[in-house]
């Protein structure tokens, strides 16, 4: 079993930064795929970005492309999504997951994953 917590949402103004953390225990952390994903107020689940085990590959939805930087410390169990430049519509509870079962294009529908965190709040104003 594997828990996971995410840390660092709260309220921002549009054009500022947050940087959210997402800290894992229970067990090894590099052998998973790590994967943030966004639920905006009234839709759907989204893919926003992931990272392969040891940190050579990632990947980013458009939307998020030259803004949004996903990084993780294996020795400390954890990922992070630095957020810069932020707008409106990025508001949304942000989710951490971790992937080491599934093909990767199945991760990245959210429907599959092995783990989930419990998510933080990023509330951009305008």
């Known amino acids: 079993q594997v828990q996971l917590v995410e840390s660092g949402g709260g309220l921002v103004q549009a054009g500022g930064s947050l940087r959210l953390s997402c800290t894992g225990s229970?067990?090894?952390?590099?052998?998973?795929?790590m994967g943030w994903f966004r639920q905006p107020p009234g839709k759907d689940r989204e893919f926003v970005a992931d990272?392969?085990?040891?940190?050579?590959?990632?990947y980013y939805v458009d939307s998020v492309k030259g803004r949004f930087t996903i990084s993780r410390d294996n020795a400390k169990n954890t990922v992070y999504l630095q957020m810069n430049s932020l707008k409106p519509e990025d508001t949304a509870v942000y989710y951490c997951?971790?992937?080491?079962?599934?093909?990767?294009?199945?991760?990245?529908?959210?429907?599959?994953?092995?783990?989930w965190g419990k998510g933080t709040l990023v509330t951009v104003s305008s």
């Open positions: 997951a971790a992937n080491l079962d599934y093909s990767i294009s199945v991760f990245r529908t959210g429907r599959t994953v092995n783990y």
């Open positions: 990272i392969n085990g040891n940190g050579g590959n990632t």
């Open positions: 229970g067990r090894t952390f590099t052998y998973f795929t």
